[in-house]
Each structure stands twice: as structure tokens, then as C-alpha cells.
């Protein structure tokens, strides 16, 4: 099997805070992790879009894969918080290159929310200060080719009864030759359940390994001047580019098809026009390229 990297990023917009009936005044945050099974070789990355000042008491911020929104500040029943934050968490994984569209659709996604609260004196350097007092999962159901482009309201629990306005997005952005080494996941036996946890990771395979398959062996001509390479290994070599690109282009149409039907709904005078590419025929070039 030939696993490949690839890179899923999804789009959290955090829009509005309502105070339904919290019981307690004081500082409020909101985190978000994504979550996948164990088994899945994956790494988490985490970063903010276009942070900016604000009137809220505290900026938002990152703190290793997790994003926090901005600390507002809650008095009063029935307050309604504009938030404004996007945070952004990306997902790297190794997949099996025959199986990119199955694994992706199949891949259980879950979107971790926590609210998290202090009613002490909360300094912006300090985030533990803050403590987790609910928590919501949502299961999203992430496909290769339409993306994931959703709008939700999250109520959190009765005894912290509140709500925040989310918008998700997402899609597949990258795929290639693992380029950074993965945790593997231990298998958890009756042999070894008390063995210390050990850090294994799956070695970075070379580039000609991955392209040209496993069983490749570098081999010179008679003449000495190149490298040979069997046909099965170029045959293995062709498929494996198809599957990049076609999984590629198919992300990149159904991203596509989502821009114009919200374009649709813009004024005129603020709608883009984007080339619309004929992914058929594109791929038939790219594949026609190497060949």
C-alpha cells in the first residue's frame, strides 16, 4: 500500500454569543479542536485568519491545536456577544492513495466545542486560568466532492444555557509524498496494555518509493547512463499522479460549484467571476503530460 499525505483544512466562523441563562457573570471563551479516530495516522495544525484588535476583553488566540476566541465578558441575561473570530484547523493525514475519495468520505470528523469560564481576575498570558464547564461534539459529515459548508447554532448545555452561531467550511487542499513523519497509533493487546507508552513514528518514505511503489529498486542501464524502471513500477507511477489530480480536480469543482451558488446571492456589484475549468479534460492533460 502507498499512503499519501494529504491536507484537509476546515473554516470555524465563530459569529454571535447569546446569553440565554448563564448563572454566573464573568469572563467566557470558546475553544475548538478537531478530532479524528486514532487508528488515522494525523497531525493538528491550528492558526487564526486576519486577527484584529477588538472592543472584547481579550484577543484570540492559539494554544498548540487548539483556537480560542476572543474572552468577552458577561453581565447581563440576554446578552448577545458579536464574537467575529475564523479559525482555522488544518489536518494532515496518511491515506491510502487508492482509496483517497472512500477514506475522506468515511473519515469521522468531529469538531470539538468547549466553553470554558472564569469569574476571577484573568490575565490574556495565563489560558489555564480559564476552566472547561461544557462541551459540545459535532459530527461533520466531510465528502471530497462537495466539501463541507454548513451553518449551525450550538446550544451548550441546560446548566450553562447559552448558544453560539457557527459557520464551517471545508475542503481538501492538499495531497502529496509524505513530507513529515506521522505517530503511530499503538495496538493496545492484553500483552502490552501495561508496557509505558512509547513515541513510534512512521518513517518518511523516499519520493521514488512512493511514486514508482515499494518493490522499486534503483537499477542502472547496461549503458550507465540512467536509471531503469520497470513497467509495473511505471504503471504504478501513472496511476498514483491520476489519483492525485483526479481527487484534486474533483475537490476543486465542488468548491467551485459552491462559490457560484453563493455568488448568486450577492448584488451584482460585488460578485467574482471565476474561470470555470473543465476538469475532465484537464485531468486527461495532465495525465496525457506524462506519458
Known amino acids: 500500500m502507498t499512503e499519501v499525505q494529504a491536507t484537509v483544512e476546515f473554516s470555524v466562523e465563530l459569529h454571535k454569543f447569546y446569553n440565554v441563562d448563564l448563572f454566573q457573570r464573568g469572563f467566557y471563551q470558546i475553544r475548538a479542536i478537531m478530532k479524528l479516530p486514532p487508528r488515522v495516522p494525523h497531525k493538528l495544525e491550528a492558526s487564526l485568519l486576519n486577527p484584529a484588535a477588538s472592543e472584547l476583553a481579550f484577543p484570540a488566540a492559539v494554544q498548540d491545536c487548539t483556537a480560542c476566541s476572543k474572552t468577552f465578558q458577561i453581565l447581563y441575561k440576554n446578552e448577545e456577544i458579536v464574537v467575529n473570530d475564523v479559525l482555522l484547523l488544518k489536518i494532515k493525514m496518511l491515506l491510502d ?84 513523519s506521522f505517530p503511530r497509533p499503538l495496538k493496545n493487546t492484553w500483552l502490552n496494555r501495561n508496557a509505558p507508552a512509547q513515541s513510534k513514528d512512521y518513517a518518511i518514505p523516499s519520493l521514488e518509493t512512493v511514486v514508482f511503489g515499494s518493490n522499486y529498486t534503483k537499477q542502472l542501464l547496461p549503458d550507465g547512463s540512467n536509471f531503469m524502471v520497470p513497467e509495473p513500477c511505471m504503471q504504478h507511477a501513472y496511476n498514483f499522479h491520476y489519483n492525485l489530480c483526479s481527487s484534486l480536480l474533483l475537490a476543486y469543482k465542488g468548491l467551485f460549484n459552491y462559490f457560484v451558488t453563493v455568488t448568486k446571492e450577492l448584488p451584482s456589484s460585488r460578485r467574482m467571476e471565476l474561470e470555470e475549468i473543465d476538469v475532465d479534460a484537464r485531468l486527461a492533460d495532465l495525465c496525457k503530460q506524462i506519458k
Request: no cysteine; charged share 20%; net charge negative.
Open 97 to 180: 492513495s487508492k482509496k483517497i475519495e472512500e477514506s475522506l468520505n468515511e473519515m469521522d470528523f468531529q469538531l470539538s466545542l468547549d466553553l470554558n469560564f472564569t469569574d476571577k481576575d484573568f490575565t490574556f498570558d495565563d489560558l489555564n486560568s480559564l476552566q472547561l464547564i461544557s462541551s459540545r461534539t459535532l459530527k461533520l459529515h466531510f465528502n471530497l466532492h462537495r466539501g463541507l459548508h454548513h451553518h449551525v447554532n450550538v446550544m451548550f448545555d441546560y446548566f450553562h444555557l447559552s448558544v453560539v452561531s457557527i459557520t464551517i467550511h471545508a475542503s481538501l487542499v492538499a495531497l502529496h509524498q509524505p513530507l513529515i
